[in-house]
């Protein structure tokens, strides 16, 4: 997940904390298969991502780096399983909640590995790292968050494109990149013998669907790859793992979003119309009860104009300052990118 607004946006700790689907059961080590691993992030207090991880015969390769805390989190567990070193961490893709623990990894012994896609987006975004110049989403996240300002940003540098395969004749995983989804440079993890996918922020389970980086016409023709490997097990980066029918039903709130925004643009709505018929859709989706847990209230006005915008429709008009403002509580206030 991303969260967005001018590249960063501020979230105070009762938005998330409203969020369905922050659950007890975060930061326990769940046992996926022999030697697979998923642990469920504290997304509600410190913004962070799940993990995987996978104990091969002389290494561990964990999924995604989280932010630095979120490494240190779950560091020692896999510390506590294994003596086997963690020689590869896998960033699904290159959000701050994934990927800027790389760091933490790569100090801990870890190569940082990713879709030649994670290096492209942190080169247009990561603009200080790669050239010096103005202030990136890196900048933006250690200004609030401590563990960001201790580390600091290190890109993957061992690439794929199509595929990437770990291999010890007892565990195989695959890491794959099927095309855009969630971003331009998304990579899965699958386990072929075992029918596990980790999906990165590609396929979530609750209201987690940051869309600014990614296409959203694309991302449901993705999730048909994905959804023709028949995993029986969905590990996503935020919200409980599951099975098969969470790539489904992600998929199928995409295309019934779609189809609701598609009505307004064959009917000759204005971009303001469609705005305004936001709160409309989202009752309608939620009529559904495959994809209602999908529907909150950060992203979804979000959601609709990015489909929206894909259609070719104008942008949404600006809000009144009042109306774009987080609720202004007195709290800690969380940075996540
Ligand atoms: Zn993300």
């Given at each position: 997940m991303s969260l967005s607004l001018h590249s960063v946006q501020i979230l105070t700790l009762a938005t998330l904390l409203a969020m369905p689907f922050v659950r007890a059961e975060v930061n326990v080590v769940e046992k996926v298969d022999t030697d697979v691993y998923f642990h469920e992030g504290d997304l509600g207090r410190y913004g962070h991502c799940n993990n995987g991880w996978i104990i091969f015969s002389d290494y561990v390769l964990m999924i995604d780096a989280n932010f630095p805390s979120g490494a240190q989190v779950v560091l020692p567990k896999i510390k506590a399983m294994t003596d086997k070193p963690i020689k590869f961490a896998f960033d699904t893709h290159h959000h701050g909640d994934h990927a800027y623990g790389n760091q933490v990894m790569h100090e801990a012994g870890a190569t940082i590995v990713g879709h030649s896609g994670v290096l492209t987006e942190m080169k247009k975004y990561e603009t200080n790292y790669f050239t010096g110049k103005g202030s990136g989403p890196w900048e933006s996240a250690a200004k609030n968050r401590k563990d960001v300002a201790a580390s600091k940003l290190r890109p993957p540098s061992l690439l794929f494109e199509q595929k990437m395969a770990f291999d010890d004749g007892t565990h195989r995983v695959e890491l794959l990149h099927f095309g855009v989804a969630h971003t331009h440079g998304d990579g899965w993890a699958w386990l072929p013998k075992e029918r596990v996918i980790f999906t990165g922020d590609a396929c979530v389970n609750g209201p987690y669907n940051y869309v600014?980086?990614?296409?959203?016409?694309?991302?449901?023709?993705?999730?048909?790859?994905?959804?023709?490997?028949?995993?029986?097990?969905?590990?996503?980066?935020?919200?409980?793992?599951?099975?098969?029918?969470?790539?489904?039903?992600?998929?199928?709130?995409?295309?019934?979003?779609?189809?609701?925004?598609?009505?307004?643009?064959?009917?000759?709505?204005?971009?303001?119309?469609?705005?305004?018929?936001?709160?409309?859709?989202?009752?309608?989706?939620?009529?559904?009860?495959?994809?209602?847990?999908?529907?909150?209230?950060?992203?979804?006005?979000?959601?609709?104009?990015?489909?929206?915008?894909?259609?070719?429709?104008?942008?949404f008009p600006p809000k009144k300052q009042a109306q774009v403002q987080p609720a202004k509580l007195k709290t800690k206030t969380l940075v996540m990118r």
């Open positions: 600014g980086d990614g296409n959203i016409h694309e991302w449901i023709k993705t999730l048909d790859k994905v959804i023709a490997l028949k995993p029986l097990k969905v590990c996503p980066a935020h919200g409980p793992s599951g099975g098969p029918e969470m790539l489904t039903n992600q998929q199928q709130y995409f295309k019934s979003l779609l189809a609701e925004v598609k009505k307004l643009k064959v009917a000759g709505k204005t971009a303001a119309e469609v705005q305004a018929a936001s709160d409309t859709i989202k009752e309608t989706l939620r009529r559904d009860e495959r994809i209602a847990h999908y529907i909150g209230s950060m992203f979804f006005e979000a959601q609709v104009e990015k489909v929206w915008r894909e259609l070719k429709g104008a942008a």
